[in-house]
């Protein structure tokens, strides 16, 4: 019988905000992606990320509506919130200093986590993740 290798994705703020915002353009593809994920392992957040999607709902939506989602994220299994390695950081600084002047250095940063995984599997909104080879699994 075959096993079939489960997947790690890493994840975004793009999608986490999303994924929280239902009137973001892009919360129906987030919904989506989200319930059909009996596949994954996990969903990889970098804690940068984490404090990244946190800030912004916080900015837009008050600090109450903030941190309901940020202890959704925690309470949901599937969801695993991870300190950066040094060798990720120094890898998101190298390829940072490849992009384009409008992406950040979080899409950077969840670049090289993904590589430190060694998967290509982003949960991300941000083109320049499928620019890059980076991909949402479908």
Known sequence: METR????IIADSSALVSLIVITD??????ASF????????SVVIPSEIFAEALNLLG?????????????????VELFTVVPSTD??????LELYGTL????????ALVMA???YHGTNAVFGFDDVFSKRGYRIPS
Do not use: C, P
Not at 5 to 8: G, N, P, S, V
Not at 34 to 41: A, F, R, Y
Not at 64 to 72: G, I, N, R, T
Not at 87 to 92: C, F, G, L, P
């Open 5 to 8: 290798h489960k997947l790690t």
């Open 25 to 30: 353009s892009n919360h129906h593809r987030a």
């Open 34 to 41: 989200i319930e059909q994920l009996s596949s994954v392992d």
């Open 59 to 75: 900015k837009k939506f008050g600090h109450e509506q903030a941190l309901q989602a940020a202890y959704s994220f925690l309470e």
């Open 87 to 92: 060798v990720a950081r120094m890898k998101a």
């Open 100 to 107: 384009a002047t409008g992406d950040s250095y979080t899409d």
């Open 113 to 115: 986590i993904a590589d």
